[in-house]
Nanobody, 122 residues
Framework: QVQLVESGGGLVQPGDSLRLSCTASGSSFNNHAFAWFRQAPGKEREGVACIGTSDSSTLYADSVNGRFTISRDNAKKTVYLEMNSLKPEDTGVYYC???????????????WGQGTQVTVSS
């Protein structure tokens, strides 16, 4: 079992940058794939980015490709989501997830954090 805690959310203006962190506890970090999902009010949860057990395996939603970067630091048991050129439509609660499979669908992951709010507004 892996426990996940997200941090780094906040209120920013369009065009700003923000970095989210997901810190994991437990012994399975290196064997897990990780992903970031987001959910806007009234909308379904959507996959944003995922990363496999090595940095070369990453996948992004079309809506964030080229603006967001997912990375992992196995020594710190932390996964990051660097978000640049933020838009109002990036607003939502961002969740970190982990599991033995990877992809941008929620059912690939069995461990979830509580989420961190990101609001992009002028």
């Amino acid at each position: 079992q892996v426990q996940l805690v997200e941090s780094g959310g906040g209120l920013v203006q369009p065009g700003d940058s923000l970095r989210l962190s997901c810190t994991a506890s437990g012994s399975s970090f290196n064997n897990h794939a990780f992903a970031w999902f987001r959910q806007a009010p009234g909308k379904e949860r959507e996959g944003v980015a995922c990363i496999g057990t090595s940095d070369s395996s990453t996948l992004y939603a079309d809506s964030v490709n080229g603006r967001f970067t997912i990375s992992r630091d196995n020594a710190k048991k932390t996964v990051y989501l660097e978000m640049n050129s933020l838009k109002p439509e990036d607003t939502g609660v961002y969740y970190c997830a982990s599991g033995l499979w990877w992809g941008l669908t929620a059912n690939a992951y069995e461990n979830w954090g509580q989420g961190t709010q990101v609001t992009v507004s002028s």
